[in-house]
């Protein structure tokens, strides 16, 4: 077996280019890959950030490890990044290949070019108060289990920290895709965050059979040992604990967690641990029940970041046509903003770069706060932010009100009101007290616009709303008057 | 979850082994008991010993009076433990083991393995973090890995498409490198890999022939998808100590 005496998976010199990007120091290196910190060589553009981290993947065919199963591991995180996107899982930029016959150690490498975070939970200090953290972490596996996706190599490592404290899921090598109830996962793992039943599992051809429940054992895992600082398994070293756990699994031993744990965490990382995947609680249950130990409001159902950019392209094609009376686009607003069944996050299709209305913006919608309604000054929830609860009959007088929409345009929206609530939507109106105006009454609707519950877009960007209300449906009954008033 | 399986005198078939998992005991001697493995031999003490599964080794205690046991390591030349009498839980370093009993003049043995050996690549490359490991774990100096070596070769040497070799061929490959290869050794190494391997078990309905061409088959798509074997792998295959004698 080739062993590279060199301390990374991959070595690249400081100052390298690749593409646009000049490499820095490294950052992370694991069993397979390392990421080095890059900045952006030339002028800005708005595509990209100026600093980004680009992981290596030795998948060459001279490069000294040239190995199968690396390239398999390239492709799946490339394919899983350029069709999934949320605010929880780390942005992808771009991908490129090393041409580069001098380095033959480099040559044919694949780089991912990736959003820069200040370092993973495994290597940085974790907060004084875990919660919230966690229950982003939570999320964001919840983001992938909805859309058919397991993680599979849930740990500290593979989460990491950004700039303004929120938290991305990373590491998509191990990520597969479900077929039925379960996926085919490359037989790697971390033996500290494997279920039992995957310690020693049965495989064929296509690698190891995993489930969702996988990830909800390593999220108790990771919950207990960012929460108490140790693993929930006896033992001092990785293979103690796997025996241990294999132990646990059996029936033979009963799980001691640390007196450490608070009591609202206990039930949780007890209900993650459960000895089989049968016995483990769901994703959605574990997320209500973090959220409500991390003293986040309590949600139900998907949330909010079901983003389909094409969603957001036909929203904002359509609000463009605010003026026109085509009752198409009005159909075609309904289907966008109303809850229709499709997975929360509809696949791309393979090389299609998902084009936002501004080109390929950071998304930060993540900073709306769960069961609350935000209004954004700029595209994918970026700028500033209006945030109610509640209804609002008039947004620049009252208790509440949105100061920089009385000069400035709304420019997206984020509907993350709770589905606890039975709300379907939010309608929105130019005029106070819900009452339409100027070119709403040109809309059959007789509003500027409604977005759904978790629901998010782009709009137009021509207008601020004066009020909004929450309602039972995006649906309408279009009124004689409004049927009138649409042909004035 | 068995981490430790014991394979009764004269019992190559699986229904005869016995599995058991960390933390379990197993007895073995004259007297025949649940859960136990009897010998039956007067020579034998009624308890004569006990085997217990500790993680991913196995311990073995001597509860004979006067009687040493040897543990032997079959494939490797000579090497071996003793275990006096009285001693308690004596660790066993062994991936596959042969437990010899002296009884009246006899020597009876059977067979212990422990499957689930872990062996990691020494490259442990800088900066902290738990390392994402490969779940197999194969080790590179024991037979069962020269027979996958061969079993992979033509498609290693590039033939992707290349029929696998049949075991006369296999048994005629690894002859240079391990003079008393049969076919039975090379049959039981290919159903070893398929259990430390953990195989999916094919359709029990299809005829003995085709179910060791379908493992073999699997076996090597296996070891070639995940890098289990590489073609520096295939010096295994080179007669032992060839550089020395040329």
């Known amino acids: 077996m080739p062993v590279s005496g060199a301390p990374h998976a991959v070595a690249v010199p400081w100052g390298y280019r690749v593409g646009r990007w000049e490499v820095r120091e490294p950052i992370a290196s694991g069993a ?138 990373a590491d998509f090598g191990m990520a597969a895709e479900m077929e039925g109830t379960h996926a085919y996962a490359p037989a790697f793992a971390t033996p500290d965050y494997t279920p039992p039943e995957l310690l020693w599992p049965e495989v064929d051809e296509r690698g190891t059979r995993v489930r969702p429940s996988a990830d909800v054992w390593a999220f108790g895992v990771l919950a207990h040992v960012v929460l108490t ?101 009005v159909a075609a607003h309904r ?78 929206v984020l509907n993350n009101i709770s589905g606890d ?57 279009p009124s004689l008057w409004g049927v009138l008033s649409s042909l004035w | 979850m068995y981490s430790v399986i014991i394979v009764p005198p004269a019992c190559a078939l699986p229904d005869g082994q016995i599995r058991i998992g960390s933390g379990e005991r197993l007895t073995f001697g004259r007297q025949e008991a649940p859960d136990s493995l009897t010998i039956t031999h007067e020579g034998v003490p009624r308890v004569a010993g006990e085997i217990a599964a500790q993680g991913t080794f196995w311990l073995l205690s001597n509860h004979s009076e006067n009687q040493t046991y040897v543990v032997e390591n079959p494939e490797g030349a000579g090497e071996h ?5 009285g001693r308690v839980d004596a660790p066993v370093p062994f991936e596959f083991s042969r437990v010899v009993l002296p009884a009246a003049g006899d020597l009876l043995t059977f067979d212990v393995w422990a499957p689930r050996h ?41 033939e992707p498409h290349a029929p696998l070799p049949a075991v006369e061929q296999l048994v005629e490959r690894l002859r240079p490198a391990w003079p008393t290869v049969s076919r039975s050794a090379v049959y039981w190494n290919i159903d070893y890999l398929a259990l430390k391997l953990r195989l999916r078990p094919g359709p029990e309905t299809a005829e003995p022939g085709r179910r060791v061409n379908g493992k073999k088959e699997t076996l090597v798509s296996l070891a070639l998808r995940f890098d289990l074997v590489h073609e520096d792998d295939l010096v295994v295959l080179a007669p032992a100590g060839s550089e020395l004698c040329r």
Not at chain 1, 141 to 148: E, S
Not at chain 1, 156 to 168: C, E, H, I, Q, W
Not at chain 1, 381 to 404: E, I, R, V
Request: net charge positive.
């Open chain 1, 32 to 169: 397979f890959a390392t990421v080095y910190a890059a900045k952006l060589v030339g002028a800005a553009e708005p595509d990209l950030p100026r600093r980004a981290a680009l992981k290596f993947l030795p998948t060459g065919t001279r490069t000294p490890r040239q190995l199968r199963h690396l390239r398999e591991l390239a492709e799946r995180e490339v394919e899983f990044l350029g069709r999934l996107r949320s605010p929880r899982l780390i942005r992808m930029y771009d991908t490129l290949v090393v041409d580069d016959p001098e380095h033959p150690e480099l040559d044919g490498a694949t780089v991912l070019v990736l959003e820069r975070a200040e370092g993973s939970l495994d290597a940085v200090p974790a907060p004084d108060e875990p919660g919230p953290l966690l229950a982003q972490i939570c999320e964001g596996l919840a983001q992938l289990h909805r859309a058919g996706w397991v993680h599979g190599d849930l740990k500290p490592a593979n989460v990491l920290l950004m700039k303004d404290g929120s938290v991305r899921l």
């Open chain 1, 229 to 329: 600082g140790s693993h929930p398994l006896p033992g001092g070293t990785t293979e103690a604990r796997s025996d241990a756990a294999t132990r646990y699994a059996r029936g033979v031993a009963e799980l001691r967690l640390s007196p450490e744990l608070p009591d609202a965490w206990r039930e949780i990382v007890e209900a993650c641990l459960s000895r089989t995947h049968a016995g483990r609680i769901g994703t959605e249950t574990l997320l209500r029940r973090v959220a409500a130990a991390a003293g986040v409001p309590r949600s139900r159902g998907p949330r909010a970041w079901r983003r389909h950019p094409l969603v957001a392209a036909v929203l904002a094609t359509v609000t463009l046509a605010t003026a026109g009376l085509s009752a198409a686009t």
């Open chain 1, 335 to 412: 289907s966008a903003t109303s809850p229709d069944g499709t997975p929360v996050y509809a696949a791309l299709p393979t090389g299609s770069a998902p084009v936002g209305v501004d080109g390929e913006a950071v998304f930060r919608y993540h900073r709306c706060p769960v069961d609350t309604l935000c209004f954004f000054s700029e595209y994918n929830g970026n700028g500033l932010m209006c945030m109610w609860t509640d209804d609002d009959p008039d947004w620049q007088s009252g208790t509440h009100t949105c100061p920089w929409a009385a000069t400035a345009p709304v420019r997206s």
């Open chain 1, 421 to 477: 609530r039975g709300l379907g939507g939010v309608a929105y109106y130019r005029g106070t007290h819900f009452v339409p105006a100027g070119a709403d009454r040109n809309r059959t609707a007789q509003r500027t616009g409604c977005t759904g519950v978790n629901q998010m877009g782009n709009l137009a960007g021509t207008y601020a709303p004066l009020s909004h209300k929450l309602v039972s449906s995006c649906s309408y009954q």
């Open chain 2, 81 to 85: 433990i003793k275990v006096a009498p």
């Open chain 2, 118 to 158: 872990v062996v990691r690549s020494v490259a442990r490359r800088g900066l902290p973090g738990t390392l994402t490991a490969p779940a197999f774990t194969l080790d590179r100096t024991k037979r069962y890995f020269a027979v996958l070596a061969a079993l992979c070769e033509p498609r290693l040497r590039g």
